[in-house]
């Protein structure tokens, strides 16, 4: 089973930000939080990832509850580009045994 | 840069056939993923090679298999195909491998009829 648990759907209006949110309760201190998008038809895309602290990049700010038991990944101004599904993986950055597993993520739909 | 690339976009085969997919991963890239992805199990890892070694696998039947040249190409083998493995397989690469700033290509959608 996937370690991370994301709502299935969401709508954000195009300009508006766009916050997605991810359960990963049982995240392990070694673990970091990443962030993949998948346009259709298209391969996934990286994101961002992060730790404990809050990161920022061009694309997207990641914002980890101190208790690093959630995350939420916030798109400041989405644009209709935005729209794909949005997945959300916990992995240790070091661990060479880990199984990498997939949920199902949130397919995000930005509308005009 | 130039990106993922993966070779063929398009296959279609016979179930009880073989087939071989291809990744060349970003220039200096060492690590290369595969993945299966279909629409009711979404994307599943197959494994991963670094340096020309597997490093770590799915759990996915001995069916499919892999190997990494010394230029860091790499190539994904299904077979006796089945219909069940219909799906989109992506290839990710990345410098030093895990997930930071993997790049996928667009990936092989492979039809067993």
């Known amino acids: 089973d996937a370690k991370t648990t994301q709502p299935p759907s969401m709508d954000c209006a195009e300009g508006r930000a766009a916050n997605l949110p991810c359960n990963h309760s049982?995240?392990?201190?070694?673990?970091?939080v990443y962030w993949y998008r998948q346009i259709h038809s298209q391969g996934p895309q990286y994101i961002i990832h992060g730790l404990k602290n809050n990161e920022t990049n061009e694309m997207a700010s990641l914002i980890i509850t101190e208790d690093r038991k959630s995350s939420t990944l916030i798109l400041p101004h989405a644009t209709l580009r935005d729209t794909a599904v949005y997945y959300c993986i916990v992995l240790p950055l070091m661990d060479s045994n880990y199984q990498l597993i997939w949920g199902a993520g949130t397919k995000l739909i930005i509308k005009p | 840069k130039a990106g993922v690339t993966q070779t063929p976009r398009y296959l279609i085969k016979t179930r009880g056939q073989q087939v071989t997919l291809s990744c060349s991963p970003i220039s200096g890239h060492r690590s290369v993923s595969w993945y299966q992805q279909t629409p009711g199990q979404g994307l599943q890892f197959l494994f991963e090679?670094?340096?020309?070694?597997?490093?770590n696998k799915g759990n996915f039947p001995g069916r499919f298999s892999g190997r990494q040249f010394s230029n860091s190409r790499s190539e994904m083998n299904v077979s006796t195909l089945e219909l069940g493995d219909s799906a989109l397989y992506l290839c990710a690469s990345s410098l030093r491998g895990r997930y930071t700033e993997a790049f996928f290509g667009q990936g092989t959608r492979l039809t067993v009829v």
């Open positions: 090679y670094f340096s020309e070694t597997q490093r």
């Open positions: 049982t995240i392990s201190g070694n673990e970091y």
